[in-house]
């Protein structure tokens, strides 16, 4: 195949590897897959080194340089991640903020600090600075080239996985202007401006639909959707300014998808401390909910009464213990889930200091006692 050819979303290899997808289908599985969030990231000394004094949403907006880090950065320099670690998923490297970008915000990546907004909204009057309408193509096409690119150089060893940021986390950063503990100014519009704050959040919604079936159509095997603030949320606000956007986005994609012939997309949503909104969330049209470490395994099937698969949910700080200590909680965590309708995931994202080594004893702890549960049963 040509190079120019990679960039087109047809002739795609064959799926060697599909136990992610039929995990999130709950379908019987020969082991628990595995991957996880960040797992192209700064843990890893490749990754460091091919973004060294580059900027991050440079980066983003290269296919190519995209394609490289998702894969563990190049095939012809590094070791591939894939290879380093047998990952049952691959997710495309970009970030949640290209969406604010494409309605026209500037976002900034600050050393040492995140993300960075330099002008955020500050009161509803400000939502007339964002584009009305987005041609996500033309915004947001470099993510859809990276997707095609990387589906064709992973030549179907794994499935690869398109995500978006949601509607609330999204205008969370659009008006904190970057990270927030509190969340304090997101949360004055709720309560001050909430006719302003839902047609944000519809705006937003609508941008979102539109870039997940882009990224369907590229080459994207599975969607994450990232609810990251559902935390500083109460209830009452999840369900009034959260749930229902996560619910439009689902169902929007999937009829679109079934007209389109491409319905056999399983979408996961991820809503980080959302642990009082599981009922909820496994009623929600999404076919996997992701849960972090604050769930118990077993009260998770049990709330959501097997409606759904689940993800996660290993406290990312477990992977400073030892590799001995590492495979027992793996053991438990598997055990707590059961082998059907379960991937196995952290419960966040990879931290920057870990060890690869500990990501890579994660991984093989999930396979080998998935395996032997299997075999017991």
Partial sequence: MEKNDLIVPKDFPELKNDTFLRAARGEEVEHVPVWCMRQAGRYLPEFRESRAGKDFFETCRSPEACCELTLQVSIDLFPQPLRRFPFDASIIFSDILVVPQALGMDVQMSPGKGPVFPEPLKEPDDLQRLRPKVDVDA??????????????????????????????????????????????????????????????????????????????????????????????LGPAEFKEFSLPYLRDIARRVKDKLKDSGLDNVPMIVFAKDGHYGLEE??????????????????????????????????????????????????????????????????????????????????????????????NRN
């Fill in 139 to 232: 915004e947001l096409g470099y993510v859809f080239k990276a997707i095609t690119l990387t589906r064709h150089k992973l030549e179907g060893k794994v499935p690869l996985i398109g995500f978006t940021g949601a509607p609330w986390t999204l205008m969370s950063y659009m008006i904190e202007g970057g990270g927030s503990t509190t969340h304090s100014k997101a949360k004055r519009w709720l309560y001050r401006h909430p006719e302003a704050s839902h047609k944000l959040l519809r705006q937003l919604t609508d941008v979102i639909v539109e870039y997940l079936l882009g990224q369907v159509k590229a080459g994207a095997q599975a969607l994450q959707v990232f609810e990251s603030h559902t935390g500083c």
């Fill in 281 to 374: 969330l496994s009623q929600s049209h999404y076919e996997v909910v992701g849960l972090d470490w604050t769930v118990d395994p077993r009260s998770a099937r049990e709330r959501t009464g097997g409606r759904v698969s689940l993800q996660g949910n290993m406290d990312p700080c477990a992977l400073y213990a030892t590799k001995e200590r590492i495979s027992e909680i793996v053991k438990t965590m598997v055990e707590g889930f059961g082998t059907r309708g379960y991937i196995a995931n952290l419960g966040h994202g990879v931290y920057p200091d870990m060890d690869p080594e500990s990501v890579g004893a994660f991984v093989e702890a999930v396979h080998t006692h998935s395996r032997q549960l299997l």
